[in-house]
């Protein structure tokens, strides 16, 4: 019976390896600088509760984590294999990422009435709550909010040349261009 559990945990570890390897090529190929929130995950996953001698701190806000979902999720290894993949990996500050007004900068937790949803007090901003926080992590690298071309220096430059969906073959050029007309 022990074996047994060994074994789905090893599957279960393979398939998280490969979700992050290919997760990290699919955004080295994409964007040359990747950017991510400096999450401390260590932290996040370990107890609040302590003893009865020395009681833990934050343990309401940290009931809230799900410890086993944020390990599951292969977060360390996504970085360190993008630190290799990507011409350059940087690191924000994540504090107030979410409750930022991407636009005005008011910064609230009421700016965020639900999990999907950003809404901002002060200037009547809407956006999905996801996109908001993603523009206030570029902002925070330095990095310009439109998207730039992924080829340079690094990984992403080693793949091939030609964008994907470019027509590279007869077969791929459709009837039109076969037949001449």
């Not at 991510?36 to 701190?57: F, R």
Request: glycine share 10%; hydrophobic share 35%.
């Amino acid at each position: 019976m022990n074996g047994q559990l060994t074994k789905l945990q090893r599957k279960g570890a393979r398939k998280r390896d490969d979700a992050t390897h290919q997760a990290s090529r699919k955004l080295a190929d994409r964007a040359h600088t990747v950017v991510v929130e400096d999450l401390h995950t260590k932290a996040m996953t370990k107890s609040a509760k302590g003893t009865v001698e020395a009681p833990g701190q934050q343990v309401k806000q940290k009931s809230g984590l799900n410890r086993a979902a944020i390990l599951a999720s292969g977060w360390g290894g996504l970085e360190r294999k993008l630190e290799y993949k990507a011409g350059a990996l940087l690191k924000v500050d994540p504090a107030y990422t979410s409750q930022r007004c991407s636009r005005c900068g008011h910064v609230h937790r009421d700016n965020r009435p639900s999990q999907a949803v950003f809404a901002c007090g002060a200037c009547g901003f809407r956006a999905n709550a996801d996109h908001n926080a993603a523009v206030n992590i570029l902002v925070r690298a330095g990095l310009p909010c439109a998207p730039v071309s992924a080829r340079g220096t690094g990984a992403a430059a080693r793949r091939g040349a030609i964008p994907w969906g470019t027509p590279t073959t007869r077969e791929r050029d459709g009837p039109a261009v076969q037949s001449g007309l």
